[in-house]
C-alpha cells in the first residue's frame, strides 16, 4: 500500500486533477488489471496506444490514472495525473512504490548487442560461489538465489522489474546482475534504479527495425551511461569502436577493458582450443572453461566488474576459472560417431560470425562444418542476406531454415536470407523451412568427426508462428537425431 502523494516526489512535473491523495494497493500498464485501488499509466506502444484503453480502466473503477493528455470528461473520485511521458513517470513511481530496492543492494546492469546474457549469468554464479546471496535478470531466466522466475523479456517493464528486485532485496540478495536492453533504455524500463555499475559489451547491427538507425541504436545504449550516478562504475570494452563513446557524458567513475588496447583490466589470448581458453591475466596463466575469443572478452568485463564491486582478484580468478557458460551458449552433444552439435543462440550476423571463427580455429582441418541458421520474423529484415552470407562463407555446407517466424511467411525469410549468399557459395546452400527436417538433413550430410552448428535459438524451447508457441528445443532435437544413427 502506498499513498499517491509519496509516489509523485520523484517525478520532476506533473499535473493533478481530482482526489489528491488516494491509497494505492497495486500499478499496472495493462488496462485488463486496473480497477479499485489501482494507478493504471498509458504507455504508447509502437502497435497500440494505452491511452484509448482509459475509458475501459474508468469502467472498472480505477482509483489513478497517469496519462499525457487531459481527459475530456473525468468521473469524480477518479485521479488524474498528466505527466510528458507516461514511460518515465511509471519508472520513478514503480521505483518509489517497491521502496526503491536498487538502493538497498548492489546491482550491475550490463548491456551492449551481444554478450550480455553470459556477462550476468557468469557474474551471479560467481556471486554465488564467492557465498553471496544475489539475483539474476536475463532473457534465459530471472534467479533469486537458485529459485528460478521465468523471464519474457530480456528486461521486464518497470513495474515487473521494480517487484523483482524488490523480492531479491526481501530473500537478502546483495547483488543483483540485469542485462539493460536498448528497447528498454528508450523505454525508461530502467527509469528509477539506482546502478552500482554499469558494463557495455560492444555494438553491431541488431534491432534496426526497431531503433531505424545505428546512430540511434548507439544513442540508446549511451543514455545507460549517461544517466549514471557519482558513486557508480561504468566500465566499457575499449577494444570496440564506440566503447569511449560511452563515456563521453557519464558522471561514474570510467574504467575500461580490453585484450588488444590499453586498459584498467587487460588480458593476453594464449590459447583458444575446444578444451577452453587461456589468458594471461595480472601476471598470472589461467585456464577457463569457456570456448571463443569473444568469451574472453565477456570474462574480463565479469573480472573487471567483479574487481570495482570490492571483490579480492585472486578469488575471483580462481572461481571464475571453474565456471560453464549460460545455456545456449555453445553448448554441445557429441553423437556415437563423433559428430559434435553445437548449439548458440547467434542471431546477429556479429555473433554468428565469432561462433563461426572460433569454430574455425578449433577444428582440424578434414572436419567438415555444416550450419544450420534461421533469422526470425518480425525483426530486422536486413540482418538476413548478412547471416546468410556469413554462414555460407564461413562453412563447407549451410542449411537455410526457419528460427521464430512470428507473422511472417518463412518461405519469404528465406528467400531474403538465400539472396544474400555469394555467386560463389551457391553449391554449399540448401534452404530447408522445417527447422527439425533441416537438422536432420544436417546430421545425414555429416560424416564422422564432422562439426554441426545449430545457430540462432540456444536455450528456446519453444518455435512461434503466427502468435503460437509449440514445444521445439534445439539441442534436443540434435540429440534425439543422433539418437537414431545409433539405430
Ligand atoms: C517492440 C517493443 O518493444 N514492444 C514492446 C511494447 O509493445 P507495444 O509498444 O507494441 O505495446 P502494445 O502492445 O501496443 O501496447 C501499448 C500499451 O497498451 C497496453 N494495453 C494493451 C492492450 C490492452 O488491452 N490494454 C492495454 O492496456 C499495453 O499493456 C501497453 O502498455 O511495449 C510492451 C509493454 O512494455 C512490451 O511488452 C513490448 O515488447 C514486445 C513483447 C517485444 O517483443 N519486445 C522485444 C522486442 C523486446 O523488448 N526485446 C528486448 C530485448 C531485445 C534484445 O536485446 O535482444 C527485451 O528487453 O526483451
Ligand atoms: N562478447 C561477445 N562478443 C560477440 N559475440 C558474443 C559475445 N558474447 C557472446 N556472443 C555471441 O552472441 C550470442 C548471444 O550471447 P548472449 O546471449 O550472451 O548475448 P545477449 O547480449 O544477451 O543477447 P540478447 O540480445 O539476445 O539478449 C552467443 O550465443 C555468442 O554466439
Ligand atoms: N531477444 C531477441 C532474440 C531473438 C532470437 C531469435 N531466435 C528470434 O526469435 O528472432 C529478440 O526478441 O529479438
Ligand atoms: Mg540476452
Known amino acids: 500500500m502506498a499513498q499517491l502523494q509519496n509516489l509523485l516526489q520523484a517525478i520532476p512535473s506533473s499535473q493533478l486533477l481530482g482526489p489528491t491523495n488516494p491509497e494505492l494497493s497495486a500499478l499496472t500498464m495493462d488496462s485488463r488489471q486496473a480497477g479499485p485501488g489501482v494507478a493504471f499509466f498509458a504507455i504508447k506502444g509502437t502497435v497500440r496506444d494505452g491511452h484509448d484503453f482509459i475509458p475501459q480502466t474508468l469502467e472498472q473503477g480505477v482509483s489513478v490514472v497517469f496519462s499525457e493528455k487531459e481527459p475530456k470528461n473525468a468521473p469524480e473520485g477518479v485521479t488524474f495525473v498528466i505527466v510528458p511521458n507516461v514511460a518515465e513517470a511509471m519508472g520513478h513511481v514503480a521505483a518509489a512504490f517497491y521502496g526503491h530496492p536498487s538502493q538497498k543492494m548492489k546491482l550491475v546492469g550490463v548491456t551492449g548487442t551481444n ?11 560467481l556471486f554465488r560461489e564467492l557465498g553471496y546471496n544475489a539475483g539474476l535478470l536475463s532473457t534465459v531466466q530471472n534467479q533469486i538465489n537458485e529459485t528460478v522466475i521465468p523471464a519474457t523479456h530480456t528486461t521486464p517493464d518497470a513495474i515487473t522489474l521494480q517487484a523483482l528486485l524488490a523480492q531479491m532485496v526481501k ?44 546512430d540511434e541504436y548507439i544513442k540508446a545504449k549511451k543514455l545507460f551511461f549517461d544517466n549514471l550516478s557519482t558513486k557508480a562504475f561504468a566500465l566499457v570494452n575499449s577494444d570496440d569502436k564506440r566503447g569511449m563513446v560511452m563515456l563521453q557524458n557519464t558522471k561514474a567513475d570510467k574504467k575500461t577493458y580490453a585484450l588488444r588496447k590499453e586498459a584498467d583490466f587487460k588480458a593476453r589470448l594464449l590459447d583458444n582450443s575446444i578444451q577452453g581458453l587461456q589468458l594471461e591475466l595480472e601476471g598470472q596463466e589461467v585456464w577457463f572453461k569457456l570456448i571463443g575469443t569473444f568469451n574472453a572478452y565477456n570474462l574480463l568485463a565479469v573480472y573487471g566488474a567483479a574487481v570495482l564491486l570490492g571483490e579480492d582478484a585472486q578469488e575471483v580468478l580462481t ?5 560453464t557458460s549460460a545455456a545456449g551458449r555453445f553448448d554441445y552433444v557429441v553423437s556415437p560417431g563423433q559428430i559434435t552439435g553445437i548449439v548458440d543462440y547467434a542471431h546477429t550476423p556479429d555473433a554468428l560470425e565469432n561462433v563461426l571463427q572460433t569454430i574455425q580455429q578449433i577444428r582440424k582441418p578434414e572436419q567438415k562444418v555444416i550450419t544450420i541458421v534461421g533469422c526470425g520474423g518480425n525483426r530486422d529484415a536486413t540482418k538476413r542476406p548478412i547471416m546468410a552470407d556469413i554462414a555460407a562463407r564461413l562453412s563447407d555446407r549451410v542449411i537455410l531454415t526457419s528460427d521464430n517466424p512470428r ?3 518463412p518461405q519469404e525469410i528465406l ?6 549468399v555469394k555467386h560463389t557459395d551457391l553449391r554449399k546452400a540448401l534452404s530447408v523451412v522445417d527447422r527439425k527436417e533441416a537438422i536432420k538433413t544436417a546430421v545425414m550430410l555429416a560424416d564422422a568427426d564432422d562439426i554441426i552448428l545449430v545457430a540462432g535459438k540456444g536455450h528456446e524451447t519453444y518455435q512461434e508462428v503466427k502468435g503460437q508457441r509449440s514445444p521445439f528445443d534445439d539441442k534436443q532435437i540434435l540429440q534425439e537425431t543422433f539418437a537414431l544413427l545409433q539405430k
Open 115 to 125: 554478450g550480455k546474457t553470459t556477462c550476468v549469468t557468469l557474474l551471479h554464479k
Open 171 to 214: 530473500a537478502g540478495c546483495t547483488h543483483a546482475f540485469m542485462e539493460v536492453s536498448s528497447h528498454a533504455l528508450v523505454q525508461h524500463r530502467v527509469t528509477g534504479v539506482e546502478f552500482a555499475g554499469a558494463v557495455f559489451t560492444n555494438i553491431s547491427h541488431d534491432h534496426l527495425d526497431y531503433h531505424k538507425t545505428f
Open 319 to 323: 572461481s571464475l576459472s571453474s565456471l
Open 407 to 409: 507473422d511472417e511467411d
Open 415 to 420: 528467400n531474403q536470407m538465400q539472396a544474400g
